[in-house]
């Protein structure tokens, strides 16, 4: 049996840190994973609080790296011992969506998650992972596609981030946006992925880029990675003003998952520019636009679904940046804890006192 924090219903104050929770041995297109280390992303709060779906009880987390422990027969691209990064998105190679080079939109594991439960408890009962992962748990069973083997030098607290918030934030830049040497770019909402977006940016080469967060403490730091400017709500036309002249963004990039700060973003940025959309929002927060200015300001609005990445292709290309000293996943980590602390990491995550917080399991 092993560790597990898991949500018992949506809405819960306090997570269940249990020790009696076991995982599926793998089938055989299944991969065993012992985590070593998990990110607590906004995501998980946003599943915690009823914003985005799960099936409970739920094994909490999606951002995690750990080693393989065993493999199902048919497994192929990792064996046991191999250090892996956790894609809790992966996708299926076959689909429509796959086929079309788009394997971010797959949603065949996604869906299946939710009648496919990977944990029971010690009285035997059944319970599911969330994103069809449960990262905060000793040990989870996942498709052989959630996994990706990373080099044994990458820590394994950096490698967990390359599993969400690295990707969703830079690959938003340079994925989905491809953002142009010499360009101008906004970011509304500089938590962890709005600081990876900035660095996005930044590696994409942006003259200027702006970061709008009304914690003004967030904005020294936004600065550390990248951020040219800083503005609060209030100051935004002022600061739009002096680096455009008014006339607007090349790219404005949404990362609070609020249609208010969608609305935000899209007034940053000038005629003809990239509205990129990058937080998840909830179902029922709706987004209105004229069709007037829909058209006739010739904006583009487009979502940015886990940074339009394929893990397969872009883990090794972030590797690569973080050893050439152009990405800063360290900076990105505010506290190291333990498995215990986690409903305290879920608390100062509410408070937005963190940038990551990372449980690093023994």
Known sequence: MARAAVLRAVGDEELELRDDVGTVDPGPDQVKIKIKATGVCHSDLSTISGVLPSMPPTVMGHEGSGVVAEVGARVAN?????????????????????????????????????????????????????????????????PWQAVIKVDEDVPFEYAALLGCGIPTGVGAAINTARV??????????????????????????????????????????????????????????????????????????????????????????RRGGDVIVVGAGAADDDFTMSAFALLFDGKNLKPSVYGGCDLKRDVPRFVDLWRAGRLDIDGLISRRIRFEEINDAVRALKSGEVIRQVVLFD
């Open 78 to 142: 990792v064996a046991p011992g191999d250090h892996v990064v956790v894609n809790w998105s992966p996708d299926c190679g076959t689909c429509p969506d796959c086929l079309r080079g788009e394997p971010y939109l797959c949603m065949t594991f996604l869906a299946q998650s939710f009648g496919d439960p990977r944990f029971t408890f010690g009285d035997g009962s059944p319970a599911f992972g969330m994103a069809g992962c449960g990262t905060w748990a000793d040990e989870m069973t996942v």
């Open 180 to 269: 142009r040497p010499g360009s101008k770019v906004a970011v509304v909402g500089a938590g962890g992925v709005g600081l990876s977006v900035i660095q996005g940016a930044k590696i994409a080469g942006a003259s200027a880029i702006l970061a709008i967060d009304p914690n003004e403490a967030k904005h020294p730091v936004a600065k550390q990675f990248g951020a040219t400017h800083t503005a609060t709500l209030d100051g935004l036309e002022e600061a739009k003003g002096l680096l455009t002249g008014g006339a607007g963004f090349d790219y404005a990039f949404e990362v609070v998952g609020k249609a208010a700060a969608i609305t935000t973003a899209w007034n940053a940025t």
